[in-house]
């Protein structure tokens, strides 16, 4: 029987030759170079008892079997070339994954998965984590992040603005302080007034009501008014609506002290008397502030 002798081709980049297995006919594989090439389709019939099967990525597989004369067996066959698992056009891509390898690379940085021990292995760097495919026939890319640089313009407002709005706040709070201060003076002097007078009064004189003080002494002088009178302009200010009218001292007092109502309209009518009653003695006339008394000085 004669010998058949396999079809071979050679890498374009190292010249390494190899030989045209079946299962790869019309395939990409790789050189030990790291250079893809494209096994030739026709060839003759392979020979029988060639087995290549998976090659190592570092060694060169062995020669293949020849039934070649003795004078031919010292030249060496044509080296297989190495099958590249997961080719797909020109891309390297990891057969457990589907990610990109480098070429020449045997273990698969995204996944772990060896190549050549069909073992996958625990990757710890966070670098060497999968990344997302982008479709480029040439690797991966992965998006570069530029740092975002917040524009923090609203937080440089509002430090300016807080210490100026306390400073308005503290102010006006100062001015609005001193006004309600001198409001507040001006009106409890206005009230005041008479009240404050019935509590000196009554301090220094002692103060009684006039139907009692004149049962505790008779001959007891008002004024202007005698006995009678007093009694009956104090009966007169209570129909009015007073709540009582107080007299002071022990023999004579020169002020009668009306207590007022609460009623508005039993007030003014109170007020108006007075009124007459100051134009009258020459002295002036109060005004309804919210006091407790009015205070009439009955002259001699």
């Known amino acids: 029987m004669s010998s058949i002798t396999p079809s071979t081709f050679a890498c374009t980049n190292c010249g390494k030759k190899y030989t045209a297995r079946p299962d790869l006919l019309g395939k990409k594989v790789r050189c030990t170079c790291g250079t893809v090439l494209s096994v030739p389709e026709a060839h003759p019939a392979t020979p029988a008892a060639v087995d290549d099967g998976l090659y190592d990525f570092a060694n060169d597989p062995a020669p293949l079997p020849t039934t070649k004369p003795a004078a031919a067996a010292s030249i060496a066959a044509p080296a297989l070339p190495i099958s590249i698992p997961g080719m797909k056009d020109d891309e390297y891509l990891c057969p457990n994954c589907d990610l990109r390898m480098e070429p020449g690379s045997i273990i698969c940085a995204h996944c772990g998965f060896n190549l050549k021990t069909g073992e996958k292995i625990n990757l710890s760097s966070p670098a060497k984590q999968p990344a997302k495919k982008l479709g480029s026939a040439f690797g991966v890319a992965r998006p570069r992040q530029t740092p975002t640089i917040v524009d923090d313009k609203k937080a440089q407002l509002l430090k300016m603005a807080i210490p ?118 020459h002295y002036p006339a109060a005004k309804d502030q919210g006091q407790k008394y009015l205070l009439l000085n009955l002259g001699l």
Do not use: C
Not at 203 to 222: D, L, Q, Y
């Open 164 to 281: 100026a709005a306390l400073i308005v706040v503290v102010v006006l709070a100062i001015v609005g302080y001193k006004l309600f201060a001198k409001h507040v003076a001006a009106s409890a002097a206005a009230v005041d007034k008479d009240d404050a007078a019935v509590a000196l009064l009554t301090e220094e004189s002692g103060a009684t009501e006039i139907h009692e003080w004149f049962k505790e002494n008779p001959n007891r002088i008002a004024g202007e008014y005698s006995p009678t009178q007093a009694i009956a302009k104090a009966d007169q200010w209570q129909a009015m609506g007073a709540k009582q009218v107080l007299a002071f001292g022990g023999v004579m007092t020169r002020s009668l002290a009306i207590e007022l109502p609460d009623d508005p309209q039993q007030r003014k009518a109170l007020f108006e008397f007075e009124n007459k009653f100051a134009d009258q003695h």
